[in-house]
Every structure is written in structure tokens, then in C-alpha cells.
């Protein structure tokens, strides 16, 4: 996909800026008892950035976590859950803005509530080298909906929203969820954001690699 994006947070993602985080299963400094509580999840985030002197923490992209346990949302049956990351979060701080990458339209909107869910979810509808593709941005402050309309054109570089608090974007750190999506279906306001593993190459092509809008150099 070659275009032109504007920067998802306002400015180009770089390596003085942003630091990778790995919070994969193989991370094990990050345990139950660390993110199934959100306050002690965000006290993990702050601290990294803080450690790195960085205001943004990126990845997540075909990650397998284990920090979906910690919600119903993500479970598929009594001892299962769906565990592979399908987008790429951005981290930072609650209220950082957050820019349209690319000209589209509003497609639609929804406050996702519940424990671990995307609480205000955002999704714009683009043409992109002749063909349909949308993008996805959850986790947003709920103050910011008032603004959006569905089938209202968004022009690139324009504010979509900000960082949701803990209190109203499913109870997680103050991040982006940003995904990238062929075939939506009927979902609106709403998509799966994690899958089983079984299912990942079908999402895998469905939901292709988000870097490739956002052109972060380090990621894998």
C-alpha cells in the first residue's frame, strides 16, 4: 500500500519518540497480577515510558497475549480465549490527539462498554488504490463522539479524537488500537480486534500488517 499517511498521533513515529513493547506471553515481567487490574496495568505502561524517556510505546501486530484472560470479552468457551493481537496499539497518555491518517469517510461508531472491551470505538471507510479497505480506532474518549457522523467525510490530517481514560475505554492503559480491515461485513462501530489462533490467517488477510500506514522502522 503506498500513499501518503498523515501521522496517526500528530507527529512521525521515530525512534527518538516511540519504543517498542513486547507484551507478549513470553514477556514475564508482565503477570496476572499486573494487568488484570487496570490501575496496576496503567502503573506498568507509565513505567516503561518513563524507563524509555519516550511518550509513545508501539506494537502488538500478530502478538499472542495473555492479558486477555483477564476479560470475558475475549473468551471462547470455559478454559479458552481468544489470545492473537490483530492490530497495533499505540501507548501513551490519556487525552494524546489522535489524527485521520488518510481521506475517508465515517463509516460508523459505538461505544464498546465493559471491562477489556474498545469502549469508543471509531471506524473510517477508504479508497485505497482502487479498492475498499476501512480503519479502525478504539479505545477514544467518549467526549469525543459528539463530533462524529456517519458517512461524513474526514479529510487526512484532521482530529478524529483522543485517548480514552481507563474509566471509559474498557478499563486499559491510555492506548490506540489501530487496525485495518478489507472485508468488515455487518459490523459497525465494532470488530474483532483479537482472534483464536486457529482463525489467524483468515484474519491475518483480512486484517493486513497497520505498519504499513504507519511506517514505524523498528517493528518486525
Known amino acids: 500500500m503506498l500513499a501518503d499517511f498523515y501521522p496517526l498521533m500528530g507527529v512521525p513515529l521515530t525512534s527518538s519518540n516511540t519504543e517498542v513493547l513486547d507484551l507478549s506471553a513470553k514477556n514475564t515481567s508482565l503477570n496476572r497480577a499486573v494487568y488484570q487490574e487496570g490501575s496496576s496495568f496503567e502503573n506498568f505502561i507509565t513505567h516503561f515510558l518513563k524507563l524509555s524517556n519516550k511518550p509513545f510505546a508501539i506494537g502488538g501486530y500478530l502478538e499472542n497475549r495473555s492479558i486477555y484472560s483477564r476479560s470475558e470479552v475475549f473468551s471462547s468457551g470455559k478454559t479458552s480465549f481468544r489470545n492473537i493481537h490483530m ?5 501513551s497518555f490519556p487525552g494524546a490527539p489522535v489524527f485521520c491518517p488518510l481521506e475517508g469517510r465515517i463509516h460508523s461508531f459505538q461505544d464498546n462498554m465493559g ?31 459528539g463530533a462524529w457522523q456517519a458517512g461524513m467525510t474526514v479529510i487526512k490530517g484532521t482530529l478524529l479524537g483522543h485517548l480514552g481514560a481507563l474509566e471509559e ?42 505498519n504499513k500506514w504507519i511506517n514505524y522502522p523498528h517493528l518486525k
Open 87 to 91: 492490530g497495533i496499539d499505540i501507548w
Open 115 to 145: 471491562f477489556g472491551n474498545y469502549g469508543p470505538t471509531l471506524i473510517l471507510e477508504h479508497e485505497l488504490q482502487g479498492r475498499v479497505i476501512y480503519s479502525l480506532y478504539g479505545h477514544l474518549s467518549r467526549a469525543d463522539m
Open 169 to 210: 475505554n474498557g478499563c486499559w492503559p491510555a492506548h490506540l488500537h489501530f487496525q485495518l480491515i478489507h472485508k468488515i461485513g455487518e459490523y459497525r462501530g465494532d470488530y474483532p480486534g483479537v482472534c483464536m489462533e486457529v482463525d489467524m490467517q483468515y484474519y491475518k488477510q483480512n486484517c493486513p500488517d497497520p
